[in-house]
T-cell receptor, first 115, second 115 residues
Framework: AQSVTQLGSHVSVSEGALVLLRCNYS??????LFWYVQYPNQGLQLLLK??????LVKGINGFEAEFKKSETSFHLTKPSAHMSDAAEYFC?????????????FGEGTQLTVNP | KAGVTQTPRYLIKTRGQQVTLSCSPI?????VSWYQQTPGQGLQFLFE???????NKGNFPGRFSGRQFSNSRSEMNVSTLELGDSALYLC??????????????FGPGTRLTVT
């Protein structure tokens, strides 16, 4: 069975500082991994995905994530936080063909950006 | 391309009633998945439909059901509503069920309040 753990339900950074949101996964097969962002009263927006190609994945809005199989991690980073990055972030895993379109999500991390 | 659309956006129902939510996927997408989002349980998978067939089902009672039409539009139904069914219901669509090009796109959600 697949599962996702996001370390830290709340992360606070200063504008211009590094953003690091942690995600660890468990999967019985090579996983597909995703990061989504959710702004208040909206749906989820796909930031980036890993589907067994390059281990360093670049996404939208300056975010990137690195897949580390040995650590079963897929942490999300951004070199310099912007006020508009304040939102909730979700890491998700899919076991590809095994689980079809089923995504298993982490608990979410609320990112606050302080001026 | 138009995104995933969900109707209605907001809904208030009374315990014991039933409700039907609608989702129109991105044009050309054949897979539609439904998720329930609550503060306590987070994002939970309800079910997935592909080519009018339910392919995957989450751990929800039989009061939750769905269907998909030949144009890929999907509906979900909740019968005998309970207070705990109050949630944001998210629909997501994807072109495929897996593979390196797999991506799932979410609609804005339907906010259901049960009183």
């Amino acid at each position: 069975a697949q599962s996702v753990t996001q370390l830290g339900s709340h992360v606070s950074v200063s504008e211009g500082a590094l953003v690091l949101l942690r995600c660890n996964y468990s999967s019985s097969v090579p996983p597909y991994l995703f990061w989504y962002v959710q702004y208040p009263n909206q749906g989820l927006q796909l930031l980036l995905k890993y589907t067994s190609a390059a281990t360093l994945v670049k996404g939208i809005n300056g975010f990137e994530a690195e897949f580390k199989k040995s650590e079963t991690s897929f942490h999300l980073t951004k070199p310099s936080a912007h006020m508009s990055d304040a939102a909730e972030y979700f890491c998700a895993v899919s076991e590809g063909e095994t689980s079809g379109s089923r995504l298993t999500f982490g608990e979410g991390t609320q990112l606050t950006v302080n001026p | 391309k138009a995104g995933v659309t969900q109707t209605p956006r907001y809904l208030i129902k009374t315990r014991g009633q039933q409700v039907t939510l609608s989702c129109s996927p991105i044009s050309g997408h054949r897979s539609v998945s439904w998720y329930q989002q609550t503060p306590g349980q987070g994002l939970q998978f309800l079910f997935e439909y592909f080519s009018e067939t339910q392919r995957n089902k989450g751990n929800f009672p039989g009061r939750f059901s769905g269907r998909q039409f030949s144009n890929s539009r999907s509906e979900m139904n909740v019968s005998t509503l309970e207070l705990g069914d109050s949630a944001l219901y998210l629909c997501a669509s994807s072109h495929s069920r897996g593979g390196s090009s797999y991506e799932q796109y979410f609609g804005p959600g339907t906010r259901l309040t049960v009183t």
